[in-house]
């Protein structure tokens, strides 16, 4: 694991774009799909998923959908396509609905330039969570993975929330959301720290840094001691960059 200062700098420079509009003080869910195009098949899978995606908001989808393509990280030429701020009653009622007719839309257009694919389901945590302005233009995702150790994830979500209620009394400028995993995404315990950014520039720390400005907020000695709590319930953790394509979700 890097050092205890540099985990923290993950969080100045931390996934939503690709989410609906969260359900104030209720868990909301998002379902996810990385898909691997075949080999030098880049530019026919990117226009088959965007007619695929042009084909969805036509026929009246009632999901809003959202594409990424990873650019920082394993799994260079990985694709992402996410929804997000629904219940769990809206997949089933998707899965009933809409949702036949896009699978069948997909396998036709889309599946035959595949090379893998796989999908997750998460819940976000509206509360630790601190969301931009509806509008606000965005360009990337930074997505931090925290690998919890087994039995500590209290002390890990109480650090989160500790930290969260500080920075939201502060002029903190970043927005963030936290994700825990539902299903799929690997092995656990983890937690999900997404952060948006409108430029790379956008993912320089900030002056003062996050430390700072929560010894500023919590009190050193009590800063220090969330520290201590909160990195010793995590046993590593890794980062990745995802470019937002707006050009190809359809919209």
Same mark, same amino acid.
């Given at each position: 694991m890097r050092p205890k200062a540099n985990v923290f700098a993950a969080l100045t420079t931390l996934i939503l774009v690709f989410v609906g509009a969260p359900l104030q003080g209720q868990q909301t869910i998002a379902r996810s799909y990385s898909i691997v195009p075949m080999d030098g098949m880049s530019v026919q899978f990117e226009a088959a998923l965007k007619q695929h995606m042009e084909w969805r908001v036509a026929n009246g989808d009632p999901w809003t959908w959202g594409v990424s393509a990873l650019e920082v990280g394993e799994g260079l030429g990985e694709y992402g396509v996410r929804s997000g701020g629904?219940?769990?009653?809206?997949? #089933?009622?998707? #899965?009933?609905?809409?949702?036949q007719a896009a699978l069948q839309h997909y396998m036709a257009t889309v599946a035959p330039l595949v090379k893998s694919v796989s999908s997750t389901i998460s819940s976000t945590n509206e509360a630790n969570s601190n969301r931009p302005p509806q509008g606000r233009a965005l360009a990337f995702v930074t997505i931090t993975r925290f690998h919890i150790r087994p039995g500590q994830q209290a002390e890990f979500q109480a650090g989160v929330a500790a930290a969260t209620q500080a920075l939201k009394g502060t002029d903190w400028p970043g927005y963030w959301v936290w994700?825990? +995993?539902? /299903?799929?995404?690997?092995?656990? +315990?983890?937690?999900?720290l997404v952060a948006l950014h409108? /430029?790379?520039?956008?993912?320089?720390?900030p002056d003062p840094p996050l430390l700072a400005v929560l010894a500023q907020a919590m009190g050193q000695d009590e800063m220090q001691a969330w520290l201590t709590s909160f990195t010793g319930s995590i046993r590593g953790e890794e980062t990745t960059v995802?470019?937002?394509r707006p050009d190809l979700d359809g919209r």
């Amino acid at each position: 694991m890097r050092p205890k200062a540099n985990v923290f700098a993950a969080l100045t420079t931390l996934i939503l774009v690709f989410v609906g509009a969260p359900l104030q003080g209720q868990q909301t869910i998002a379902r996810s799909y990385s898909i691997v195009p075949m080999d030098g098949m880049s530019v026919q899978f990117e226009a088959a998923l965007k007619q695929h995606m042009e084909w969805r908001v036509a026929n009246g989808d009632p999901w809003t959908w959202g594409v990424s393509a990873l650019e920082v990280g394993e799994g260079l030429g990985e694709y992402g396509v996410r929804s997000g701020g629904h219940t769990w009653a809206d997949l #089933d009622e998707y #899965d009933a609905t809409f949702g036949q007719a896009a699978l069948q839309h997909y396998m036709a257009t889309v599946a035959p330039l595949v090379k893998s694919v796989s999908s997750t389901i998460s819940s976000t945590n509206e509360a630790n969570s601190n969301r931009p302005p509806q509008g606000r233009a965005l360009a990337f995702v930074t997505i931090t993975r925290f690998h919890i150790r087994p039995g500590q994830q209290a002390e890990f979500q109480a650090g989160v929330a500790a930290a969260t209620q500080a920075l939201k009394g502060t002029d903190w400028p970043g927005y963030w959301v936290w994700a825990d +995993p539902m /299903s799929g995404g690997g092995m656990g +315990p983890y937690a999900e720290l997404v952060a948006l950014h409108d /430029s790379w520039a956008d993912m320089e720390e900030p002056d003062p840094p996050l430390l700072a400005v929560l010894a500023q907020a919590m009190g050193q000695d009590e800063m220090q001691a969330w520290l201590t709590s909160f990195t010793g319930s995590i046993r590593g953790e890794e980062t990745t960059v995802r470019r937002l394509r707006p050009d190809l979700d359809g919209r």
